[in-house]
């Protein structure tokens, strides 16, 4: 029996942009009706005021409303207006963004869309960003809220308000892209104070529910400006870090063996599904809850040159990347020791490791450049690199090897 009514489900759809056209035709055109593209829509959502433009019979009536004339054209027939935008306006746009960045084209195109999380008439959600990622089958649900200036406030309403619609949410979400879409819930916070202690804080680690404050949304967007090709890699591990990505088991050949009292393993594996898996932990406010942090962001200059590099015929990276697998209850490890493997000259042991497919499972201890350098390169998915992984290092014990290694101590 169909959760959703079938007009349910189209009103949803009408509210949504597929990144080729509106799904809704009446609303082909929107925003002073010159918005015609996905391109066009983020270029007005990326910015701070609201522009139209009016005969210049109408303009007392436009500037009553708070509109100012920015200049005029048609030989002064008509003109052009702004309009700043409100705050809260303002950062749902800029959040918004944020995810066409990313590449996700699929996207609300104002915020009026209502999704449905129960069976009577009343059961629906406004949401303020709704982002689709088709490739990577997921559905981001955006609460936005934001202050003009820095302050404590509770939300203990609004985040247990978003955990008990998130099973109908699934459902409808479910209904209308199909079962295997995950759905996300993100509590998109400005200049609202949460630490790490707080009930907040708390509640909304409970829940799953991702809490984007300023500092992500600070990180994530210097994200986007640096990675470039790879940025989504990045963006979807921080945001979901060791939450499966699928059912999927990585099965690879690998070489087992101890270094101090530290046991590891050696493989190799394409460049495309290392980014998948991995993540970097870098100097910045919004990892603070991995503490300590070591590595810098990442130099965009060097990826395109390591993109060139390798299109243009370079070939070799000897050295190994080293990672630290970050295991979880439902997110395991394993090495399944070969038939014979003991029957050596050494204690190291060949087999295969099992690798589940998580996001941000591997922490990318050396070697960050390499690895998204790739992204850029057409031997993103053939080539295979050396990779050296331990498993469950603590955040000091992996800056300390960063440090050894950086440093030429190893």
Request: with cysteine; net charge neutral; hydrophobic share 35%.
């Amino acid at each position: 029996m169909a959760w959703l009514e079938n007009s349910q489900v189209q009103e949803v759809l009408n509210k949504l942009y597929d990144g080729t056209e509106y799904l809704n035709n009446e609303s082909e055109k929107i925003a002073n009706n010159d918005t015609k593209n996905i391109n066009s829509l983020y270029r007005l959502n990326n910015s701070e005021v609201y522009k139209r433009s009016a005969s210049i019979e109408m303009v007392d009536e436009f500037i009553k409303d708070g509109w100012e004339v920015q200049n005029e054209t048609h030989g002064g027939k008509r003109v052009n207006l702004i309009q700043e935008k409100p705050d809260s306006v303002m950062f749902e746009n800029k959040v918004w963004c944020m995810f066409y960045r990313v590449g996700i084209r699929y996207l609300n195109f104002d915020n009026q869309l209502k999704l449905p999380f129960g069976k009577n008439p009343q059961d629906h959600k406004q949401i303020d960003v709704f982002a689709v990622d088709t490739e990577n089958k997921i559905v981001f649900l955006v609460e936005c809220k934001s202050s003009e200036n820095s302050k404590r406030k509770s939300f203990k309403t609004e985040i247990e308000s978003l955990d008990s619609m998130k099973l109908g949410f699934t459902k409808s979400i479910h209904q209308i892209f199909g079962d295997d879409f995950k759905v996300k819930l993100v509590f998109a916070t400005k200049k609202y104070l949460l630490k790490s202690d707080d009930e907040d804080a708390k509640r909304l680690k409970t829940s799953a529910i991702f809490h984007l404050n300023d500092n992500k949304v600070n990180y994530l967007n210097n994200i986007l400006l640096n990675y470039a090709s790879s940025a989504k890699y990045q963006f979807l591990g921080h945001i979901f870090k060791g939450e499966k990505i699928n059912d999927d088991i990585i099965k690879i050949p690998a070489i087992k063996g101890m270094m101090g009292d530290k046991e590891y393993y050696m493989f190799s594996l394409e460049p495309s599904t290392l980014l998948q898996i991995g993540y970097v932990l870098h100097r910045v406010r919004a990892n603070e809850d991995d503490s300590p942090t070591y590595q810098r962001m990442l130099v965009k200059s060097r990826l395109k040159n390591i993109g060139k590099y390798l299109d243009q015929g370079g070939k070799f990276f000897p050295n190994s990347v080293i990672i630290n697998f970050k295991e979880a209850k439902t997110v395991k490890v394993l090495f399944k020791q070969g038939e014979n493997s003991a029957d050596t000259n050494s204690n190291s042991r060949f087999g295969m490791i099992e690798i589940p497919m998580a996001f941000a499972i591997a922490n990318i201890i050396d070697g960050q450049h390499r690895v998204y350098g790739y992204s850029a390169s057409k031997y993103f998915k053939k080539d295979t690199v050396p990779v050296v992984a331990f498993k469950n290092m603590s955040t000091p014990e992996q800056l300390e090897m960063f440090i050894d290694v950086n440093q030429c101590l190893c």
